[in-house]
């Protein structure tokens, strides 16, 4: 029988192979959206077309280098589908250079990584098997010197399929290439690998654009910030907080749905609740993070820039000028530290601390840590805040201090003994965990109140809290439906599930629920607003969010964005308070069966692409340099020579 099937070439075998394999994992392991038939096509043809366009390359090669080439290149490809995919159980993302390259970031994953990786894993290198055994076995008959008119053949069919897929990809998404903000269109059209090489030629052009950005591109920008971003009216608020220390709590993966809600008839953030009833507490706040979890929610607080699409951005550009929340209060008498129980080096923290001029980083070296105290990512919160009361003492006034928590993170383990409510009952071991690790944290904030109390620090200081991004991603969507009563996660439910609490305790305040909508991005002017300190000169996309005059849409890093009225994710168009669908009369009539954008959303979406088009720019081209943050002159003399 064997004689009749090496008459295929082996790269066709190769290609056939590997293709399954691929559609297998696009379709059964990667969460991929497919909202209609064109797209489940092109997603079944792509692995096949990015396979072809590999293996015949062989046919190029010297005989006896034809099997060698085939075999690695099925090795070397199922270890990026396969990386991809672990990383996609995390983070329901895909890879991008920049996060590749921090390795340091992958070693540090511990016990996430091992929860990621399961047994029956090792089908997935199937296809590695075979063609090893093939190629080894059938060497003889499967080298072939191929004539100059296999060649063509081959090269011919590659190109044909390569441009087969584009252009439906392009009819199904036109402009594919030109939207950058959302991996996984890309992946569904192009596939993988083509997405890889995609990646590959963004990151260099943004390399490119430092070298050739000059100050002129900062003039419009400055011009946009101050129409639309610079706020500097007076409220009841202003410097309530003068010279009192700023204590600032990142609460990892704390996302508001648990907030004032029950299970098993329980509260879940008990102390959080009775907390916020003496706090300004916002409850329609949201994270902008992507790529860089923790580290890009750092950077929105610290600069109030836009993190980037793709990447961390404390890694891609922690060399650039910036002028950060540090900074700022360093020239207003305050040192500025950070206290994380983690290596100093992951998210290139360290760097990046240096370079926003933050004084102090008490990271893992700081504390003691043993096994009975750690869990998962390391230190326990309690023991964490336990033992940075007497760094907090140290510190000269004011101080500004953030601490990042540890424990509630995925995959949210934890120890028995300290788990003080019932896990959730569902199909998601993520989801049931979760409310284990949030009702921890919520007592190690109590904990925590109370040391500030008894060592004095409580009372001269405002604390101020904030979820860093989301815990549950869509993978968990089931479940997170069973919990929250609802049939289904639709992509209204999805936004709002991404509002992260956004708490500011001001002893002797008292405090009031606040229902605007607003961004982590708004943090850095809200928080100079109480503090009551001059950041008139300061360039940032946020406003103060104790003021009536707001930014009327907070956008999400992948262009969705929320507004009074509206929330717009994924070409759909949502009433804000109702979650109903808008469709559009022009819609209705063309009736092309596709959800299109609405006409209520699109102006605001253009609004939303240009500020964070106007984000990255500053970003890629390291724009911040050009520009003198110390002289306060600056703006007036600008002011003047417009006028004359
Ligand atoms: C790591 C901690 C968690 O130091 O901040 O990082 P995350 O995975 O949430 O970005
Ligand atoms: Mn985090």
Same mark, same amino acid.
């Given at each position: 029988?064997?004689?009749?099937?090496?008459?295929?070439?082996?790269?066709?075998?190769?290609?056939?192979?590997?293709?399954?394999?691929?559609?297998?994992?696009?379709?059964?392991?990667?969460?991929?959206?497919?909202?209609?038939?064109?797209?489940?096509?092109?997603?079944?043809?792509?692995?096949?077309?990015?396979?072809?366009?590999?293996?015949?390359?062989?046919?190029?090669?010297?005989?006896?280098?034809?099997?060698?080439?085939?075999?690695?290149?099925?090795?070397?490809?199922?270890?990026?589908?396969?990386?991809?995919?672990?990383?996609?159980?995390?983070?329901?993302?895909?890879?991008?250079?920049?996060?590749?390259?921090?390795?340091?970031?992958?070693?540090?994953?511990?016990?996430?990584?091992?929860?990621?990786?399961?047994?029956?894993?090792?089908?997935?290198?199937?296809?590695?098997?075979?063609?090893?055994?093939?190629?080894?076995?059938?060497?003889?008959?499967?080298?072939?010197?191929?004539?100059?008119?296999?060649?063509?053949?081959?090269?011919?069919?590659?190109?044909?399929?390569?441009?087969?897929?584009?252009?439906?990809?392009?009819?199904?998404?036109?402009?594919?290439?030109?939207?950058? $903000?959302?991996?996984?269109?890309?992946?569904?059209?192009?596939?993988?690998?083509?997405?890889?090489?995609?990646?590959?030629?963004?990151?260099?052009?943004?390399?490119?654009?430092?070298?050739?950005?000059?100050?002129?591109?900062?003039?419009?920008?400055?011009?946009?910030?101050?129409?639309?971003?610079?706020?500097?009216?007076?409220?009841?608020?202003?410097?309530?907080?003068?010279?009192?220390?700023?204590?600032?709590?990142?609460?990892?993966?704390?996302?508001?749905?648990?907030?004032?809600?029950?299970?098993?008839?329980?509260?879940?953030?008990?102390?959080?609740?009775?907390?916020?009833?003496?706090?300004?507490?916002?409850?329609?706040?949201?994270?902008?993070?992507?790529?860089?979890?923790?580290?890009?929610?750092? $950077?929105?607080?610290?600069?109030?820039?836009?993190?980037?699409?793709?990447?961390?951005?404390?890694?891609?550009?922690?060399?650039?000028?910036?002028?950060?929340?540090?900074?700022?209060?360093?020239?207003?008498?305050?040192?500025?530290?950070?206290?994380?129980?983690?290596?100093?080096?992951?998210?290139?923290?360290?760097?990046?601390?240096?370079?926003?001029?933050?004084?102090?980083?008490?990271?893992?070296?700081?504390?003691?840590?043993?096994?009975?105290?750690?869990?998962?990512?390391?230190?326990?919160?309690?023991?964490?805040?336990?033992?940075?009361?007497?760094?907090?003492?140290?510190?000269?006034?004011?101080?500004?201090?953030?601490?990042?928590?540890?424990?509630?993170?995925?995959?949210?383990?934890?120890?028995?003994?300290?788990?003080?409510?019932?896990?959730?009952?569902?199909?998601?071991?993520?989801?049931?965990?979760?409310?284990?690790?949030?009702?921890?944290?919520?007592?190690?904030?109590?904990?925590?109140?109370?040391?500030?109390?008894?060592?004095?620090?409580?009372?001269?200081?405002?604390?101020?809290?904030?979820?860093?991004?989301?815990?549950?991603?869509? $993978?968990?969507?089931?479940?997170?439906?069973?919990?929250?009563?609802?049939?289904?996660?639709?992509?209204?439910?999805?936004?709002?599930?991404?509002?992260?609490?956004?708490?500011?305790?001001?002893?002797?305040?008292?405090?009031?629920?606040?229902?605007?909508?607003?961004?982590?991005?708004?943090?850095?002017?809200?928080?100079?607003?109480?503090?009551?300190?001059?950041?008139?000169?300061?360039?940032?996309?946020?406003?103060?969010?104790?003021?009536?005059?707001?930014?009327?849409?907070?956008?999400?890093?992948?262009?969705?964005?929320?507004?009074?009225?509206?929330?717009?994710?994924?070409?759909?168009?949502?009433?804000?308070?109702?979650?109903?669908?808008?469709?559009?009369?022009?819609?209705?009539?063309?009736?092309?069966?596709?959800?299109?954008?609405?006409?209520?959303?699109?102006?605001?979406?253009?609004?939303?692409?240009?500020?964070?088009?106007?984000?990255?720019?500053?970003?890629?081209?390291?724009?911040?340099?050009?520009?003198?943050?110390?002289?306060?002159?600056?703006?007036?003399?600008?002011?003047?020579?417009?006028?004359?």
């Amino acid at each position: 029988m064997f004689q009749r099937v090496n008459k295929v070439p082996l790269y066709v075998v190769a290609s056939l192979l590997f293709g399954i394999k691929t559609y297998i994992v696009y379709r059964f392991l990667f969460n991929i959206e497919l909202d209609n038939m064109m797209q489940e096509i092109i997603l079944f043809i792509n692995p096949f077309v990015s396979a072809f366009l590999v293996f015949a390359i062989s046919v190029w090669l010297k005989e006896e280098r034809q099997m060698k080439f085939i075999r690695y290149a099925t090795l070397l490809g199922s270890f990026i589908i396969y990386f991809n995919l672990i990383f996609y159980r995390n983070f329901t993302d895909f890879l991008t250079i920049p996060v590749l390259f921090q390795g340091s970031n992958a070693a540090d994953l511990g016990s996430s990584i091992l929860a990621l990786i399961y047994p029956g894993d090792i089908l997935l290198f199937l296809d590695v098997v075979i063609i090893w055994y093939l190629s080894k076995k059938y060497k003889n008959t499967f080298i072939v010197s191929y004539q100059k008119r296999k060649k063509a053949l081959a090269f011919s069919l590659s190109i044909a399929f390569l441009l087969g897929n584009y252009i439906l990809a392009e009819i199904e998404r036109p402009q594919l290439l030109q939207r950058t $903000f959302d991996r996984e269109y890309l992946v569904k059209n192009i596939g993988i690998f083509n997405y890889h090489v995609y990646d590959v030629v963004q990151q260099s052009k943004s390399k490119a654009q430092r070298v050739f950005a000059d100050g002129n591109e900062l003039t419009e920008i400055k011009a946009y910030m101050k129409d639309n971003t610079t706020d500097q009216s007076e409220t009841d608020l202003a410097g309530v907080a003068k010279d009192k220390n700023l204590i600032f709590i990142s609460l990892e993966s704390l996302q508001s749905f648990v907030i004032n809600n029950t299970l098993h008839d329980e509260e879940v953030t008990p102390f959080l609740n009775d907390l916020i009833d003496e706090s300004y507490y916002f409850e329609n706040f949201y994270h902008q993070t992507e790529q860089g979890k923790t580290s890009d929610s750092e $950077f929105l607080v610290e600069t109030g820039l836009y993190p980037l699409p793709s990447g961390a951005v404390f890694f891609t550009h922690g060399q650039n000028e910036y002028n950060s929340t540090s900074e700022l209060l360093k020239d207003n008498g305050y040192t500025s530290s950070v206290l994380h129980a983690n290596n100093k080096s992951f998210w290139n923290r360290d760097v990046m601390y240096d370079n926003l001029g933050i004084d102090q980083f008490y990271d893992i070296d700081a504390y003691e840590v043993t096994d009975e105290n750690s869990i998962g990512w390391g230190l326990k919160d309690k023991p964490f805040f336990e033992q940075s009361i007497k760094y907090l003492q140290s510190l000269p006034e004011p101080y500004y201090s953030r601490f990042i928590t540890l424990t509630n993170h995925y995959p949210f383990d934890l120890a028995e003994e300290d788990a003080t409510i019932d896990k959730f009952d569902s199909n998601s071991k993520t989801l049931n965990q979760y409310f284990q690790t949030v009702r921890y944290m919520d007592e190690s904030i109590k904990d925590f109140f109370d040391q500030l109390k008894e060592s004095g620090e409580y009372e001269n200081s405002i604390i101020v809290m904030m979820g860093d991004h989301y815990g549950i991603s869509d $993978f968990h969507d089931k479940a997170m439906a069973q919990y929250l009563d609802k049939e289904k996660i639709t992509p209204y439910d999805h936004i709002q599930l991404q509002r992260v609490p956004f708490i500011v305790h001001i002893p002797g305040e008292k405090g009031k629920t606040i229902s605007e909508i607003g961004g982590q991005i708004d943090v850095k002017p809200t928080l100079m607003h109480i503090l009551g300190i001059d950041d008139s000169n300061d360039l940032s996309f946020g406003t103060n969010l104790f003021s009536e005059k707001r930014k009327e849409f907070v956008a999400l890093r992948d262009g969705s964005f929320i507004s009074n009225d509206y929330i717009y994710t994924k070409d759909q168009c949502f009433n804000r308070e109702t979650g109903e669908l808008i469709v559009s009369d022009q819609e209705d009539s063309e009736d092309n069966g596709e959800k299109t954008i609405d006409s209520h959303c699109e102006p605001i979406k253009e609004k939303v692409q240009q500020e964070l088009t106007y984000s990255d720019q500053i970003i890629y081209g390291d724009l911040f340099r050009f520009h003198d943050f110390q002289n306060k002159n600056l703006e007036s003399e600008e002011n003047e020579k417009e006028q004359q």
